[in-house]
C-alpha cells in the first residue's frame, strides 16, 4: 500500500493536473488493467515525460488507494504539495522580483486526496 508521508491522488483529473504542474514527486501512477483509450495515453505520456514509473493494477487495489471514492481506473503515490508557514511565505514575497498574483486559501480539502 502507501507510504506514510505520501499523498494518493485518484482520478483522472486530480492526478493529470498534479503531474502537468509538476509540483510533486510521483513514487508511481497505477492505472487500471481495463483501462483504454485518450485518458490512458494521455497519463502515460506525462508520466514517460517525467519518468515516472507505470503499473498495472487491478480494481481492488484501486477501491483500496480510493477509500470509497471514485478512482476512475486511475491512482498516484505523491508527495504532499509544498507548505509555507507565515513568516516563510512573507519571505519568499518578498524575495521575489517579478510581479505576480496570489490567492491564500484556508481549511481546502480535494476529496480525491489521501494522505498517509
Do not use: C
Not at 494518493?8 to 486530480?14: D, E, R, T, Y
Not at 514527486?25 to 492505472?31: E, G, H, I
Not at 503499473?55 to 491512482?75: C, P, R, T, Y
Not at 505576480?100 to 494522505?115: G, K, N, S
Amino acid at each position: 500500500m502507501a507510504e506514510p508521508g505520501m499523498d494518493i491522488l485518484f482520478g483522472f483529473h486530480s492526478v493529470s493536473e498534479a503531474l502537468k504542474a509538476g509540483r510533486r514527486r510521483f513514487k508511481t501512477l497505477y492505472l487500471s488493467k481495463s483501462l483504454s483509450g485518450r485518458r490512458k495515453d494521455t497519463l502515460v505520456s506525462l508520466a514517460d515525460k517525467a519518468k515516472i514509473p507505470v503499473s498495472a493494477a487491478g480494481n481492488q487495489k484501486l477501491d483500496e488507494f480510493a477509500k470509497g471514492g471514485v478512482h476512475q481506473g486511475i491512482a498516484a503515490l505523491a508527495t504532499p504539495l509544498p507548505t509555507y508557514r507565515e513568516p516563510d511565505l512573507i519571505s519568499r514575497i518578498e524575495q521575489r522580483q517579478t510581479p505576480f498574483q496570489a490567492l491564500v486559501l484556508d481549511q481546502i480539502e480535494d476529496p480525491r486526496t489521501w494522505v498517509l
